[in-house]
Nanobody, 126 residues
Framework: VQLQASGGGLVQAGGSLRVSCAASGRTFSGYPLGWFRQAPGKEREFVAA????????YYAESVKGRFTISRDNDKNTVYLQMNSLKPEDTAVYYC????????????????????WGQGTLVTVSS
């Protein structure tokens, strides 16, 4: 199983960017997919998740209203649309996939996911 993240780059504050993560080796339709990020010198933190069941999506408070997670099960791909970007959003963004149903609280925990992408760097300039 591989998760391939792409779409990172340099953007000015207030701009938008969409990162993608394509999975191969198995299907994750109906299973949790998430995005986490890690800024220099900081711990990895939860950004957004799609539960895969019932269409539930969940966000960190810091990105709520600005970021949108979506998935295309036919393409086995998860997306993160990021709008109104701020310099504090600068980080390496990692996609993650789970292989079992998770309650909301568990969706926010990195340890709940079984597979990880390699990360894609998003840099927001002021």
């Amino acid at each position: 199983v591989q998760l391939q993240a792409s779409g990172g780059g340099l953007v000015q504050a207030g701009g938008s960017l969409r990162v993608s993560c394509a999975a191969s080796g198995r299907t994750f339709s109906g299973y949790p997919l998430g995005w986490f990020r890690q800024a220099p010198g900081k711990e990895r933190e939860f950004v957004a998740a799609s539960s895969g069941r019932g269409g539930g999506t969940y966000y960190a408070e810091s990105v709520k209203g600005r970021f949108t997670i979506s998935r295309d099960n036919d393409k086995n791909t998860v997306y993160l649309q990021m709008n109104s970007l701020k310099p504090e959003d600068t980080a390496v963004y990692y996609c993650a996939a789970g292989t079992r149903a998770l309650i909301v609280g568990m969706l926010r925990r990195a340890a709940s996911y079984d597979y990880w992408g390699q990360g894609t760097l998003v840099t927001v300039s002021s």
